[in-house]
């Protein structure tokens, strides 16, 4: 892993450092040193190795809490980090296009294939990311950034059952937990490890059979359904899926 940093000395002349190593991905810490280097090739001049000035600022350490967010500790001090999505305006516009999300709940994997085409805004003011299950129009789908969690919500209904995803997201893949419940249903435990990864961007979606239903041949959700009651869910994750669950029923008679 390589990380540079660019920075100004006490006097306000800028300086760069280099940090190199191996990322643990057991713990999920990187650990390395801020290295300068010095007297090394300018532009059209003939090749001459740098300096290296190993440690010149001290030692760094990047603690990893997900694939989104990290704690960079330098000296002196320490800050929370997090990855810049800088291809979209507000972190709705990432939703936007088709993303394969699945989960594995006890070993049996099901998801859904969802398409975010428009915004659609609730009664309360907040705007979701709006769409359906692919091939099942029938089949809506809403989801927006909380900013309590730090982390994407995605509500799927399907018939009599709900798809309820909590992911940290960039705009290629996101990491994160599902739960599958009866409509209506409980949010029980600490939901079960699923993910997502961008099958098209919004400029792409044209041409794409989105607006087919195929609703014969879905899988039996009734088989996802657990109730755990090992863990108490956040009371954020249950907040969010309340906002999830009106503001689709709101889209549902728009719909």
């Known amino acids: 892993m390589i990380v540079t940093t660019y920075v100004y000395t006490s006097s306000g002349d800028p300086i760069w450092y280099l940090s190199s190593g191996t990322y643990n991905h057991t713990t999920g810490v990187f650990q390395s040193t801020y ?16 300096n290296v000035h190993s440690g010149a600022a001290g030692p760094i350490t990047i603690t990893f809490h997900n694939d989104q967010s990290a704690t960079l500790t330098y000296p002196g001090g320490s800050t929370n980090i997090v990855k810049f999505n800088y291809g979209f305006g507000t972190a709705i516009d990432n939703l936007y296009g088709e993303w394969a999300l699945s989960f594995d709940i006890a070993g049996l994997m099901g998801g859904d294939w969802i398409i975010f085409n428009a915004p659609f805004t609730a009664s309360d003011g907040t705007v979701y990311a709006s769409g359906n299950m692919d091939l099942a129009p029938e089949n809506l789908a809403l989801g927006t950034f909380s900013t309590s969690l730090n982390a994407y919500v995605i509500l799927v209904r399907i018939g009599n059952f709900e798809d309820f995803y909590q992911l940290g997201m960039d705009d290629r893949r996101g990491l994160g937990t599902a739960w599958v419940l009866p409509f209506g249903g409980t949010l029980t435990g600490n939901g079960s490890p699923a993910a ?9 979606l044209t041409g794409t059979a989105a607006g087919q239903s195929k609703s014969a041949g879905q899988m039996d959700r009734s088989q996802f359904t657990l109730s755990d009651s090992s863990a108490a869910v956040n009371p954020e994750t249950m907040a969010a899926i309340a906002k999830l669950r009106q503001a689709l029923a709101e889209k549902r008679v728009a719909h």
Not at 35 to 50: E, L, T
Not at 196 to 204: F, I
């Open 196 to 204: 997502a990864g961008r099958m098209l961007y919004h400029s792409e």
């Open 35 to 50: 290295d300068s280097f010095s007297d090394g090739q300018c532009f059209g001049c003939s090749p001459r190795p740098p």
